[in-house]
């Protein structure tokens, strides 16, 4: 529960500071690699799972008492946190490196957000 606390924390705590490097420090660079926009979904789409992994840890604590929603909150939240390091992860390598054979990797990522998000949905059903 406390997990996905802290590591909403930490991705909201990274993706402003992302957001705030890419549109200072390497505004000049992205926009010049045409990379600028994938940038901003990387970090969008790592911020949205941030608060949702936030969620996931509040919610555990509210349904303690229900084995079945717990676990598939956990599942949840793994897979929030699965997929905002493939998919974020795979768009800030691209940016940085412009190794784009990443963006064959970075459904994956989505996929695992996607899941994420039903398993939400299940653990309420």
């Not at 599942?75 to 998919?87: E, K, P, Q, T």
């Not at 390598?93 to 695992?112: D, E």
């Amino acid at each position: 529960m406390k997990f996905f606390i802290q590591a909403g924390a930490i991705l909201g705590l990274v993706g402003v500071g992302l957001g705030a490097f890419g549109a200072h420090a390497l505004r000049t660079m992205l926009e010049s690699t045409g990379r600028a926009a994938t940038f901003e979904t990387a970090v969008k789409y790592q911020f949205y799972h941030a608060l949702a992994l936030v969620l996931v840890g509040v919610l555990m604590q509210l349904v303690g008492n229900n084995p079945a929603a717990v676990r598939l909150l956990g599942w949840a939240g793994y897979s929030f946190l699965g997929g905002v390091l493939i998919f974020s992860g795979s768009l800030y390598v691209l940016c940085f490196t412009g190794i784009t054979w990443l963006g064959a990797i970075t459904p994956l990522g989505g996929v695992a957000m996607i899941a994420g998000w039903a398993l939400l949905f299940w653990a309420f059903s």
